[in-house]
Structure formats: C-alpha cells, structure tokens
Antibody, heavy 125, light 107 residues
Framework: QVQLQQSGPGLVKPSQTLSLTCAISGDSVSSNNAAWNWIRQSPSRGLEWLGR?????????DYAVSVKSRITINPDTSKNQFSLQLNSVTPEDTAVYYC???????????????WGQGTLVTVSS | DIQMTQSPSSLSASVGDRVTITCRAS??????LAWFQQKPGKAPKSLIY???RLQSGVPSKFSGSGSGTDFTLTISSLQPEDFATYYC?????????FGQGTKLEIK
C-alpha cells in the first residue's frame, strides 16, 4: 500500500520560502509509472494544481504558469521523497498543500492516488 | 486552461436517495476525468478515474459516466458516510483543473 507523509512548517513569513517534503512508502520516486504532484486548496482558489516531477530515463518537471517563476519541485532519491519550494510567498499562498501520486496503469489509465494528509500553511508575519 | 463547472454547487438529500452530480468541461477532454470525495479536514479521496472506472476499494454504489465535455457522478442508496464534498478533475491537459465542488448535505 502506497502512502505519502508530508512534513514542513505551518507558518511562513511574507517574502520568505515555503518548503514542504513528501515521503513516499510503498513506491519509488524514480518509478517509470508515476509522477509526483503538489496541489493546494484554499477557499478563494479551490483545488489548484501546482506542479509535478517524474522520472523517464531522466528527471522532468511541469509547473503551473501561475507559480512558475517561484516554484521548484525536487526529487530526493536517497530518501525516496520529493519536495516543494515556493519562493516569495504572500498571504495569497495561504492554503492546505497536498502531495499526490499520479499513477500510470498497465493500460495507460491514470489515477491520482494516494494523497498526503495535507499541510495547512499560513503566510503571515 | 480548461474550466470545469460542476452542478449543483450544493445538494440536499436523504439517506437512501440516489443523487447525480454533473461536471462540464469548457472543451473536450475525452475520458480524462476523475472524481474525488472530500470530508472536512481530510484529503480528497479518489473515487473514479477515466470517467467511469472505479478506484480499488470504492463501493459500487458510486458510478461515473460521460465523455467529451459532459460527465456525471451518481451515488445510489446514500448512507450517512456519503455526505461530503465531491470534486471533478480533468487531466486531459496541463494544468490539471478541478471543479468548484458539490457539497452533499443531509436533508
């Protein structure tokens, strides 16, 4: 059974960097059948996809245009985890952040499962 | 970006009822659509992928249909644990986008 365990601070000051980590058990961050996503949820923006990283002979990443200049998602193969860094945060970045596995089945079907437990990150001084 | 519009935004129903939630995409997405259930304070849970395929472990009372731009999620014989918020998500193209949610409440 695949599980994702999130960690990171719940309070970040404006203009600083939000950093979260998602530890993977039951799968590999280097899997050729998965991509590793960050999604956030806030009352004002709903569920918002932020980006993903994945390995297909080399590492790739994709980011939402809305955060592209500020975001980095990095894999850590030594710890089998991946991380989110969001720079220059403002109160608008206050949200619950989730890590999510995007799994590609044998017949090309795609499933978004499991999700991490979520981390409420508040941007405030 | 592809816009996903769910209707209704909220729905009141009774235990034992059958309900249907609709999701419309602003452009065709084939069958690249997922449904999630979210309870307060919890992460979304995958119910349906590829528009109609049931996630492992999800009871068959949940069913999905549709292709192109119009999709439905049907829940039969509502039980107390089914009262939650439901979201659709398209993954035909990036950025993946979600509907605004449908809150299913007990009447």
């Amino acid at each position: 059974q695949v599980q994702l365990q999130q960690s990171g601070p719940g309070l970040v000051k404006p203009s600083q960097t939000l950093s979260l980590t998602c530890a993977i058990s039951g799968d590999s961050v280097s899997s050729n059948n998965a991509a590793w996503n960050w999604i956030r949820q806030s009352p004002s923006r709903g569920l918002e996809w932020l980006g993903r990283t994945y390995y297909r002979s080399k590492w790739y990443d994709d980011y939402a245009v809305s955060v592209k200049s500020r975001i980095t998602i990095n894999p850590d193969t030594s710890k089998n985890q991946f991380s989110l860094q969001l720079n220059s945060v403002t109160p608008e970045d206050t949200a619950v952040y989730y890590c999510v596995r995007e799994f590609y089945g044998d017949y090309g079907e795609v499933r978004f499962d499991p999700w991490g437990q979520g981390t409420l990150v508040t941007v405030s001084s | 970006d592809i816009q996903m519009t769910q209707s209704p935004s909220s729905l009141s129903a009774s235990v034992g009822d059958r309900v249907t939630i609709t999701c419309r995409a602003s452009q065709g997405i084939s069958n690249y659509l997922a449904w999630f259930q979210q309870k307060p304070g919890k992460a979304p849970k995958s119910l349906i992928y590829a528009a109609s395929r049931l996630q492992s472990g999800v009871p068959s009372k949940f069913s999905g249909s549709g292709s192109g731009t119009d999709f439905t999620l049907t829940i039969s014989s509502l039980q107390p644990e089914d009262f939650a918020t439901y979201y659709c998500q398209q993954y035909n193209s990036y950025p993946h986008t979600f509907g605004q949610g449908t809150k299913l409440e007990i009447k």
